[in-house]
């Protein structure tokens, strides 16, 4: 926005300008070589592993798509992860019942801009690095009264061995506690967090640097020039109406410029014309 100008004139100038995706058109090709065929597997793989390829999210995207999904994710941040999920069952699951039904475990992507805060620990044996705790923001709807639903804030925080989930309406100010589960494995609450990164610019645990950056602001500069361009082609495109002579009257009332239309005033000096910016400038 320019220094004086108004709201309604900054957002009809921003209607005007047309972006030029250079960008996702960079991602879309960098994604079309690695995806050109399906992903298979390499080495033995337990049957029971492999059958989940199909479904891997148990939203119908198989493997392919998943990994698809998680490279654009990571060409625009960076960086991507997801996490190694199991439903929710009481306890009460039978192993022949996860056999027949979808009660098994699965991946959920976790964007790298929903990740909004981290902690980690050094393990000292082997001096590896691993989260010991990890906020996730998103939005989902839930039901609002017989037939609506409203957008409700939702903050899940991971930690070894315990789930929280917090959420909020958008019209309310603070998060009420919905969820809190400890998660175990064989009986046990698990060590550590079933999260995945995936780095493409590893900068640091946790941290990344965008690969296509430097085209995003490339992409960025085209864009702002272009709008600027387009914004003065419409200033040079449409005269300037210049009235001398007339009276505050005559002003006042306005001026009907059109065919079979006249000008009238009483001063034999008066003058009205069209100013034309010279289009040296924006060529």
Known sequence: MEPKETWQGYNIRLSRAVLHDGLSNAINRILSKPFSREVVTKGEVAPQIEAMFNDVDLKGANITQFARQCMRDAL???KTHFLVE???????????????GRIRPYFLHTP????IAWRSAIDPTTGEEYPVHIRVRDEIQRPLGAYGTERVHRVRVYEPGLYREYQ??????????????????????????????????????????????????????????????????????IGILL???????????GFTIAPNMAVVTTNPNADLKYVEQKSSGIC
Do not use: C
């Not at 199991?86 to 019942?97: C, E, H, I, V």
């Not at 790298?112 to 990740?115: E, I, K």
């Not at 995003?216 to 361009?229: E, I, K, P, R, V």
């Open 168 to 237: 909020r309406a958008v019209a309310e100010r603070e998060y009420t506690l919905v969820d809190e589960t400890t998660v175990l494995i064989d009986g046990r609450p698990m060590t550590r967090i079933p999260f995945v990164t995936v780095y493409f610019e590893h900068d640091g645990f946790f941290l990344s640097k965008p690969p296509l950056e430097p085209l995003a602001w490339t992409n960025l500069a085209h864009w702002q020039s272009s709008a600027d361009q387009r914004n003065a082609l419409r200033f040079a495109r």
């Open 243 to 253: 009235a001398r002579g007339f009276t505050n009257e005559e002003t006042e009332k």
């Open 76 to 78: 625009i941040h960076g």
């Open 86 to 100: 199991y439903p929710k069952t009481g306890g009460s699951q039978t192993l022949a019942a996860e056999r027949d």
């Open 112 to 115: 790298a801009s929903t990740v």
